[in-house]
């Protein structure tokens, strides 16, 4: 079947090249993001494995939160006005208990614990620092004013009951799984996790075997030695990606690699195109062997831009294929209404990676149902001078320090966009504008966040 098809289409489907500045670029694949609606699937998780999921309900407060006026302090329930003169301590109250005495009345103080409950009377807490108790006698410093409401957290200040505490849309982290805790969710209803099919293309790749000896080489423990012949080089984008993607919030599925020839890609993009969202790696440059848009061209694709002026990454290539249904084959089934966004990302592994963190995490935060999505860029002064000039925006790997006096970043040095070692000892990416020709120490770059 394979073969019928993509012996068929001998010869170049064409397709329109259209290369954008990097800000156009990712102005599609944000304007195609807030076009996408919230995905229909939805799952129930516990709350403990709630940890990156996006919430598909609301999350409100089950109560007014504090659900009582309360002590922020350990110290002493009193009334703010009779700070000055002696107060009789009249009991003792703490966390997780009310007061059961009478309310109190003046010249009285009750010894109060954090997180108790205000007893009725009192309208602030005296810190325990700032007294003496003798024979049941408080005197609180010398000096000493107490405000109406200080060391109080006054009942519904936080949240009232039914309030919207966490918005769908929400990504669960540790600050999250907290306030649902706080409201007793035990279980959350979360956006199903898109689909990724990851394809890696090239003649010259071998997949890492499924097991081998650890090789992480030591003085006493010899590296193995490699079992790739010269050319062949193992296919790390696919491991990479398949991270990065669950990173995002998506589930990768690691698909075989295809050779550079028609059949094995046609094959492998009729596959991708059944997922929510198809990466390719390699094959989108100028060679002989580069395909991957005519194979996808071949699947009427849409494409978006094929190209963006950026460094590394200018190949890139950005699109959508028609999800085929019915049990038809997938190129030729009825239109299902919906579509399986792609991207061709340019096979150098340094390309890759940058190209997802730029244009294909934006696109998978929206298929998860994130309701913010943007790559995310800071401010850091240059550790070093920087060599400009380029026409492209670059995205150079770099070491940025977050300091308490601020955040710098050193670009690292690196042998161009195959550097998987340079990469690594980078934490980020260094962004250089087109057309400035010199980046002096201590001037303000941006820098984009990994
Ligand atoms: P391409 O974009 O196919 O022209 O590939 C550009 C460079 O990236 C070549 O040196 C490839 O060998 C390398 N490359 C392509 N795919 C991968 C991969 N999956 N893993 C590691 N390197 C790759
Ligand atoms: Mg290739």
């Known amino acids: 079947m394979a073969l019928r098809h993509a ?19 990712l102005g599609e694949v944000l304007r195609y993001a807030a076009g996408m609606t919230a995905p229909r699937v939805l799952e129930r998780v516990a709350l ?16 007014d939160q504090p659900p009582f006026d309360r002590s922020t302090r350990d110290g002493y329930a009193v009334r703010a006005a009779d ?24 010249g009285e103080a009750i010894e109060i614990m954090t997180g108790a ?43 009232r009951a039914g309030d919207s505490l966490l918005p769908v849309g929400h990504v669960m982290g540790a600050a999250e799984i907290a306030v649902a805790a706080s409201c007793g969710c035990a279980e959350l209803e979360v956006f199903a996790r898109p689909k990724v099919a990851i394809v890696a293309t090239g003649d010259e790749l071998v997949e890492v075997p499924a097991s081998s000896a650890p090789n992480q080489v030591s003085e006493s ?39 550079d020839t028609r059949e094995d890609l046609w094959e492998r993009v009729a596959q991708g195109s059944m997922w929510d969202l198809l990466l390719l790696s390699g094959g ?9 848009e005519e194979m996808l061209a071949e699947f009427d694709a849409e494409f978006f831009f094929t190209g963006a002026m950026i460094q590394p990454g200018r190949p890139v290539v950005f699109g959508r294929l028609p999800k085929r249904g019915g049990t038809a084959h997938p190129k030729d089934g009825p239109w299902s209404g919906e579509w399986t966004y792609f991207f061709g990302l340019p096979g150098n592994p340094v390309s890759t990676q940058v190209c997802f963190h730029l244009f294909v995490a934006p696109l998978l935060r929206a298929l998860a149902g994130w309701s913010l999505v943007a790559p995310e860029f800071v401010e850091a002064r240059l550790a070093e001078d920087v060599r400009g000039g380029a026409k492209v925006t670059r995205f150079l790997p770099a070491e940025m320090v977050s300091a308490w006096d601020g955040v710098t970043v050193r670009v690292v040095g690196w042998q161009g966009s195959g550097d998987v070692a340079a990469n690594a000892r980078g934490n980020c990416y ?21």
């Open 7 to 25: 012996l068929s289409v001998c010869g170049a489907a064409a397709v329109t090249e259209r290369v954008l500045s990097f800000e156009q670029a």
């Open 48 to 63: 403990i494995e709630a940890d990156g999921r996006v919430l598909a309900a609301t999350v409100r407060a089950e109560r």
């Open 83 to 106: 700070v000055g003169g002696s107060l009789i301590v009249v009991g003792s109250v703490k966390a997780g208990e009310m007061w059961r005495g009478k309310p109190l009345g003046q």
């Open 117 to 159: 409950p205000l007893p009725a009377g009192a309208d602030a807490v005296v810190m325990v620092e700032h007294t003496v108790v003798a024979s049941g006698v408080l005197t609180v410093e010398a000096g000493r004013t107490l405000r109406a409401g200080e060391n109080v957290v006054a009942r519904g200040a936080e949240a």
């Open 221 to 259: 423990r010899p590296g193995a030695p490699t079992v790739l012949s010269d050319g062949e080089i193992y296919n790390s984008n696919s491991y990479a990606l398949a991270a990065l993607v669950r990173g995002e919030g998506g589930l990768a599925g690691r698909l075989a690699i295809a050779r």
């Open 284 to 292: 989108v440059s100028m060679g002989k062997h580069d395909l991957v």
């Open 430 to 450: 260094c962004v250089l504008p087109a057309g400035v020709e010199a980046f002096a120490k201590g001037e303000t770059v941006r820098v984009l966040l990994r």
